[in-house]
């Protein structure tokens, strides 16, 4: 069964009077107020949450956790950030 995305356009998110979830497809979901969910998660701006749903599918096809995946960038950026600082930066910026 083929999946139906990209369900609203921007004329029908601004259009938006009824509270609740309004499905785009494939999982992303338009709460109001330009707030988007994917999966708990709030994105706004219709592009750039599709952008963000469409990337997390690729990570599912590739059979790779989304969250675990955000989870290890962030700690690789994290310790990356980490190794260019002095102890003295750190100490005066604690």
Do not use: Y
């Not at 029908?12 to 988007?36: E, I």
């Not at 963000?52 to 969250?67: E, Q």
């Amino acid at each position: 069964m083929a999946q139906t995305v990209n369900q609203l356009t921007l004329t029908k998110v601004q259009n938006v009077k009824t509270p609740g979830m309004h499905s785009d497809g494939a999982g992303l979901h338009f709460r109001g107020k330009a707030k988007w969910a994917l999966d708990r998660s709030e994105r706004s701006g219709l592009p750039d949450a599709r952008r963000k749903a469409a990337d997390c599918h690729r990570l599912l096809d590739g059979h790779v956790d989304p969250i675990e995946h955000r989870t290890k960038t962030r700690d690789a950026a994290a310790l990356a950030s980490a190794k260019t600082i002095t102890f003295k930066e750190a100490a005066a910026q604690f």
